[in-house]
């Protein structure tokens, strides 16, 4: 037979209709920890750890300590949480003034390693501004940014990166 097995039919009742939807959650501020192949040493008070390149701070920054211009050294990013990245932005070379910034070496070339597998070839003009590498795609945790090729400065040897952000979707 036709019968439905007893369960009583539903239809809408119209309740709820006309009523505005809840608000969306405020986004979740995302944290970035960072974590680096190899790290300058210090010069007295100053250090230049993985992390001055997330700090927000555009005065700090983190410098390779590899041989050489760093070519192949690297910076891991964590993310306090996943998030779908409209793009990362990065402060290639070492932002504390103008003078400072031509003396060291900058980021050309990266190969940017998304937490999925997804690979990115960035390049970055020598200037000293903030630059965007667009990511789109799925969520990810993280990401490392490997060293390429360089804009020499002055000493040859010290590659840095003063501030790496990311822009979620």
């Given at each position: 037979?036709?019968?439905s097995?007893?369960?009583?039919?539903?239809?809408?009742?119209g309740?709820?209709?006309?009523?505005?939807?809840?608000p969306?959650p405020p986004?979740?501020?995302?944290?970035?920890?960072?974590?680096?192949?190899?790290?300058?040493?210090?010069?007295?008070?100053?250090?230049?750890?993985a992390?001055?390149a997330?700090?927000g701070r555009?005065?700090?920054t983190?410098?390779?300590?590899?041989?050489?211009?760093?070519?192949?050294?690297?910076?891991?990013?964590?993310?306090s949480?996943?998030?779908?990245?409209?793009?990362i932005?990065?402060?290639?070379?070492?932002?504390?003034?103008?003078?400072?910034?031509?003396k060291?070496?900058?980021?050309?070339?990266a190969?940017?390693?998304?937490?999925?597998?997804?690979?990115i070839p960035?390049?970055f003009?020598?200037?000293?501004?903030e630059?965007?590498?667009?990511?789109?795609g799925?969520?990810?945790?993280?990401?490392?940014?490997?060293i390429?090729?360089?804009?020499f400065?002055?000493?040859d040897?010290?590659?840095?990166i003063?501030?790496?952000?990311?822009?979620?979707q």
């Amino acid at each position: 037979g036709g019968d439905s097995g007893g369960l009583p039919k539903t239809t809408n009742s119209g309740e709820g209709e006309g009523k505005p939807p809840p608000p969306p959650p405020p986004p979740t501020e995302i944290r970035l920890s960072a974590s680096a192949s190899s790290v300058r040493a210090p010069i007295g008070a100053n250090s230049y750890t993985a992390d001055k390149a997330v700090d927000g701070r555009r005065d700090t920054t983190w410098v390779e300590g590899g041989d050489g211009p760093g070519l192949g050294e690297s910076i891991s990013v964590q993310m306090s949480s996943p998030a779908a990245l409209r793009y990362i932005k990065v402060c290639p070379g070492f932002f504390k003034n103008s003078a400072i910034w031509a003396k060291n070496n900058r980021i050309a070339k990266a190969t940017i390693v998304l937490s999925d597998g997804r690979r990115i070839p960035a390049s970055f003009a020598d200037v000293e501004t903030e630059q965007i590498v667009e990511v789109g795609g799925g969520p990810v945790t993280g990401f490392r940014i490997t060293i390429d090729a360089v804009y020499f400065g002055g000493d040859d040897l010290d590659t840095c990166i003063s501030e790496i952000a990311v822009e979620p979707q």
